[in-house]
């Protein structure tokens, strides 16, 4: 079982930066990868950037150059450094975790960052 607790959202005006955190507890060093994903009003979930415990990263196209994922694997943490923050990018943010040998997922509460224009 791992639990996660995001924090750092906020309101930023475009053209900001906010950096996103996510804390596991629980079995964390059977963490196979975590990541981040949104959700904006009205439209589905999506991938914005996931990383592995490898160190092998995957970006959305509308994030890549701007947003940096990374994973302190000891501690169980990943951060999200958002930059050049558009009004697009406004949504509630979500850490995912997955283990390995495991089918299961685990998503934390959600952070809303909001991007004004």
């Known amino acids: 079982q791992v639990q996660l607790v995001e924090s750092g959202g906020g309101l930023v005006q475009a053209g900001g930066s906010l950096r996103l955190s996510c804390a596991a507890s629980g079995n964390i060093f059977n963490i196979n990868a975590m990541g981040w994903y949104r959700q904006a009003p009205g439209k589905q979930r999506e991938l914005v950037a996931a990383?592995?415990?490898?160190?092998?990263?995957d970006y959305a196209d509308s994030v890549k150059d701007r947003f940096i994922i990374s994973f302190d694997t000891t501690k169980g943490t990943v951060q999200l450094q958002m930059n050049s923050l558009k009004p697009e990018d406004t949504a509630v943010y979500y850490c995912?975790?997955?283990?390995?040998?495991?089918?299961?997922?685990?998503w934390g509460q959600g952070t809303q960052v909001t991007v004004s224009s």
């Open positions: 990383i592995t415990r490898g160190g092998s990263t």
């Open positions: 995912r975790a997955d283990q390995l040998y495991s089918p299961n997922d685990y």
